[in-house]
């Protein structure tokens, strides 16, 4: 079955910097990856999504990018702030199966 | 607010005793998720529903089962509970699969 496996486990970066985790994934017929935050004590959230027929999606300071040759994708946060701090998750998941697969999250710590 | 309701909040209990977590999804979505989340630990699935089938089981134990009703809410009743049954339990939601899963604030369940 499908494997999504995520690093680093904690990233910790100045702010201002960027912050890349990645992701990868192993079953080739992985068509949709989801990244979500979540912050301390709170819920999970979309933060952005990539379907497989596309290589790269931005949203202000926040990008995902995928390579499916390789079967990965990455989350690019650039110029992060204190408000970028939280565990970040990526997912993948196939149209005919019913599950997110998810990896084991990124605790992102954005330093003074 | 995510249009996700979750009952109760906080649950304080007893090993060897049962309870039953609810779910209201956001109206329209038909598809239902469970999730548990140990203390800084990732998201485990346990079970998904869509519009009224199981439709994805992840690691759920068989002490647990879950259930989704006619008019969409769910619930995931815990049974027999052990100290290591504590943790978070979200319940999430989405219009169908492959797209954005909206997120209940959580059922912090502490087993004493």
């Known amino acids: 079955g499908e494997n999504v496996e995520q690093h680093p486990s904690t990233l910790s970066v100045q702010e201002g910097d960027s912050a890349v985790i990645k992701c990868t994934y192993s079953?080739?017929?992985?068509?949709?990856f989801p990244w979500y935050k979540q912050e301390l004590g709170k819920r999970p959230q979309l933060i952005i999504d990539?379907?497989?027929n596309v290589g790269e999606k931005k949203d202000q300071r926040i990008a995902v990018t995928l390579n499916k040759t390789a079967k990965h994708f990455s989350l690019h946060i650039t110029e992060t702030q204190p408000e970028d701090s939280a565990v970040y998750f990526c997912?993948?998941?196939?149209?005919?199966?019913?599950?997110?697969?998810w990896g084991a999250g990124t605790k992102l710590i954005i330093k003074p | 607010d995510s249009g996700v309701t979750q009952t109760p909040k906080h649950l304080i209990t007893a090993t060897g005793q049962r309870v039953t977590l609810r779910c209201s999804p956001r109206?329209?979505?038909?598809?239902v998720y469970w999730y548990q989340q140990s203390l800084d630990q990732g998201l485990q699935f346990l079970i998904q529903?869509?519009?009224?089938?199981?439709?994805a089981k992840g690691n759920i134990l068989e002490r647990f089962s879950a259930q989704q009703f006619p008019d969409l809410h769910s619930e995931l009743n815990l049974s027999s509970l052990e100290l290591g049954d504590s943790a978070l339990y979200f319940c999430?939601?989405?219009?169908?699969?492959?797209?954005?899963?909206?997120f209940g604030q959580g059922t912090r369940l502490t087993v004493v």
């Open positions: 999430a939601s989405s219009v169908k699969v492959n797209t954005e899963a909206f």
């Open positions: 109206s329209g979505d038909l598809s």
């Open positions: 529903y869509y519009n009224g089938e199981e439709r």
């Open positions: 079953d080739s017929a992985s068509n949709y």
């Open positions: 990539i379907r497989s």
């Open positions: 997912a993948a998941s196939i149209d005919s199966n019913y599950q997110l697969i």
